[in-house]
């Protein structure tokens, strides 16, 4: 709908060059994300971790779109997610009050500025009433932005944990390659990466290459044939792919297998006795015995379809970044095994996941 929203809008404004997607990438992590409501506040805020830049004109002309939206927005009764949290912290701000002492937070590289404009208001200034967890390089939701301009300045009281419990040696060591061995955040925060052990190992991850699709498919399902003959159970394997378009291929292959498969929706529930086959961002979270990375392929991951809607060479950067993050995820899923594979001209993610 707010597609629909932002074209009705930018069709009656004249003179803006502006891509859909730019119009509604700028509206998310700006507008929306900041509860702007004034020209005034769009025309001074900080575009953190949005590298097209605009001058007083062109923003002019943006605004006349978004504020088209808003007033539509108003007048239908809608509320996007970031209003409703800005609402929440309102709140909780004029009562001052918190319902919590305490409170953790898990996954916290993906919070969004609403979502910590609030939980910074849960804190209501008391000390240590926050904890967060987080991993820099499993970022693939969110731009970056300042959470020291939040209120929220974790500088000096941060640490990286250098011990993984989850992942195998010879995965984690594999998977790192394809991230920079530091990754830091706008407000100066470091993570160093290097330095990690695992606490346990077990066989090197398999890469190969493929030169279809079928044999692809062949390939994966005897690859999962020979885990079940070692006693892994079909619940304990996950087959995942860049996206939706992708996942008929994820299917076919654990057909070869001979075990049944559950596609896996945003509810993210695993069933017993069935392989899980679900794209890369789904599988955020999850953890597994054995994974397939599959239909690694040449403008599949990164999607061709991200870098064509970049409008400024400056944000091909992030789009590659926040890719690269998604397939480490996805690797780091595996426990004991992981084989990664591509059924047509390979991803060049694949190179540096070798090196």
């Not at 805020?45 to 605004?63: A, D, F, H, N, Y």
């Not at 240590?128 to 991993?135: Q, R, T, V």
């Not at 925060?189 to 290459?209: A, C, K, Q, Y």
Request: proline residues 4%; charged residues 25%.
């Amino acid at each position: 709908m707010l597609r629909n929203l932002l074209a009705e809008a930018s069709a009656g404004v004249e003179g803006h060059k502006f891509s859909p997607h730019f119009l509604q990438t700028e509206w998310e992590l700006i507008v929306d994300a900041w509860q702007l409501e004034t020209w005034e506040a769009y025309r001074d805020v900080p575009r953190l971790g949005r590298k097209t830049r605009l001058s007083e004109q062109q923003r002019q002309l943006l605004w006349a779109i978004f504020d088209q939206v808003r007033s539509r927005l108003q007048s239908d009764g809608l509320m996007t997610t970031a209003a409703m949290f800005g609402k929440l912290t309102a709140r909780l701000i004029e009562i001052a009050r918190s319902p919590f002492d305490f409170c953790v937070v898990d996954e916290a590289q993906d919070i969004n500025v609403p979502q910590l404009r609030f939980l910074a208001s849960l804190a209501g200034g008391r000390p240590n009433s926050l904890f967060f967890a987080g991993d820099l390089g499993q970022r693939i939701f969110q731009q970056p932005f300042s959470w020291k301009g939040l209120g929220i300045d974790i500088r000096g009281r941060s640490r990286t944990l250098k011990i993984n419990y989850r992942t195998s040696h010879q995965i984690r060591r594999q998977a790192d390659r394809l991230l920079a061995p530091e990754l830091s955040d706008v407000d100066g925060i470091t993570e160093e990466r290097r330095g990690t052990i695992s606490v346990f190992n077990g066989p090197g991850p398999i890469i190969r290459e493929l030169v279809s699709r079928d044999e692809e498919a062949r390939f994966v399902g005897q690859w999962l044939q020979e885990r079940m003959a070692e006693g892994i159970m079909p619940h304990e394997v996950g087959v995942f792919v860049r996206s939706d378009a992708e996942l008929d291929r994820a299917g076919s292959a654990v057909a070869h297998s001979a075990f049944p498969c559950k596609i896996i929706d945003d509810t993210i529930e695993t069933t017993m006795g069935f392989i899980s086959v679900c794209t890369m961002h789904l599988a955020k979270g999850l953890e597994f015995r054995a994974v397939v990375v599959m239909a690694c392929d040449d403008e599949i991951i990164p999607l061709q379809a991200r870098i064509e809607a970049v409008t400024d060479n400056a944000d091909l950067e992030d789009v590659y970044n926040t890719e690269r993050h998604l397939l480490y995820v996805a690797c780091t899923r595996a426990r004991d095994h992981l084989l990664v594979t591509s059924g047509d001209l390979p991803s060049e993610f694949l190179d540096d996941l070798r090196m």
